[in-house]
Nanobody
């Protein structure tokens, strides 16, 4: 199977920056979309940013101009550079990825990471 492990969360002051990483492991044949979501207490999980394997990026309006998603296809890793952080960015950030895994034959996967806490103090 495929596993995703996030890192890089923490506590930062308003206006500060953090860089999240999400590394995928397993017998991955091809990685398609890689996406960051977040979930704040009492709120539904929301999409923050996504990137296709071709490099096209999508951002939620609330983070446009402040967050940058990137990926290293050779390492099956996606990053989220978060600048000008605001208290309302406080949430657990989750990584999601989908694609194909296997060696002699292939199956689809849709994997989630365990989440990493981001806390922005005012």
């Amino acid at each position: 199977q495929v596993q995703l492990v996030e890192s890089g969360g923490g506590l930062v002051q308003s206006g500060g920056s953090l860089r999240l990483s999400c590394a995928a492991s397993g017998t991955i044949f091809s990685m398609h979309d890689m996406t960051w979501y977040r979930q704040a207490p009492g709120k539904e999980r929301e999409l923050v940013a996504a990137m296709t394997n071709g490099g096209s990026a999508y951002y939620a309006n609330s983070v446009k101009g402040r967050f940058t998603i990137s990926r290293d296809n050779a390492k099956n890793t996606v990053y989220l550079q978060m600048d000008s952080l605001k208290p309302e960015d406080t949430a657990v950030y989750y990584c999601n990825a989908d694609g194909l895994f296997g060696s002699s034959w292939y199956d689809k996967f849709d994997a989630w990471g365990q989440g990493t806490q981001v806390t922005v103090s005012s």
